[in-house]
């Protein structure tokens, strides 16, 4: 089955940048989104279509791809920006895939 | 706005059945696939099943093939997972969530519900 590997945990000073990678078997032919998740909420959808950010979510909230590769970017990271972000994919086999998830410390 | 509401969930027995719910408002519920997403507490979140708009076509995470059912009931604005054969690893709270559009490929999930919390355990 398809897998999606992010690292566990990425930690980043106030106002610095943080990047979460996602890696898969050929991702970049498919289309990954990411999601937010806080303590105790439900998920919330931050990026879609790679590079695509929903209405109401902040501009520091960029995605990109490359290769394998697909990438968060938390551009000037606010406190208000800890949680776990999970990035998802389309599988061939029309399931669905979640990555392992990465908590973001902001220290 | 779009609100989704899970019900259904609680303590069950392994090898038994449950019937979760998903009551969808303040959108065109026949003009969107849903999803069933789950988390055990405290781990990552697990796709577990898709349907289409018109319910013409439905998908499964393996784990849960030949086990569940996703359905839904355009005229009540409901989504269904019917959950058999229960094992102690489908411990999760589980969310609804919407497509944002029919629910093929390359969808995304852009609303989902507060979830509810099924256990299984004798």
């Known amino acids: 089955s398809y897998e999606l590997t992010q690292p566990p945990s990425v930690s980043v000073s106030p106002g610095q940048t943080a990047s979460i990678p996602c890696s898969g078997d050929k991702l970049g032919d498919r289309y990954a989104c990411w999601y937010q998740q806080k303590p105790g909420q439900s998920p919330v959808l931050v990026i879609h279509h790679d590079t695509k950010r929903p209405s109401g979510i902040p501009e520091r909230f960029s995605g990109s791809t490359s290769g394998n590769t697909a990438t968060l970017t938390i551009s000037g990271t606010q406190a208000m920006d800890e949680a776990d972000y999970y990035c998802?994919?389309?599988?061939?086999?029309?399931?669905?895939?979640f990555g392992t998830g990465t908590e973001v410390t902001v220290l | 706005q779009v609100q989704l509401v899970e019900s259904g969930g609680g303590v069950v027995q392994p090898g038994r059945s449950l019937r979760l719910s998903c009551a969808a408002s303040g959108f065109t519920f026949s003009s969107y696939g849903m999803h069933w997403v789950r988390q055990v507490p405290g781990k990552g979140l697990e796709w577990v099943a898709v349907i289409w708009d018109d319910g013409r076509n439905e998908y499964y995470t393996d784990s849960v093939k030949g086990r569940f059912t996703i359905s839904r009931d355009n005229s009540k604005n409901t989504l269904y997972l019917h959950m058999n054969s229960l094992r102690a690893e489908d411990t999760a709270l589980y969310y609804c969530?919407?497509?944002?559009?029919?629910?093929?490929?390359?969808?995304?999930?852009?609303?989902w519900g507060q979830g509810t919390l099924v256990t299984v355990s004798s």
């Open positions: 969530a919407r497509s944002h559009e029919y629910g093929g490929q390359w969808d995304y999930l852009d609303y």
């Open positions: 998802q994919a389309w599988d061939s086999n029309n399931q669905r895939v």
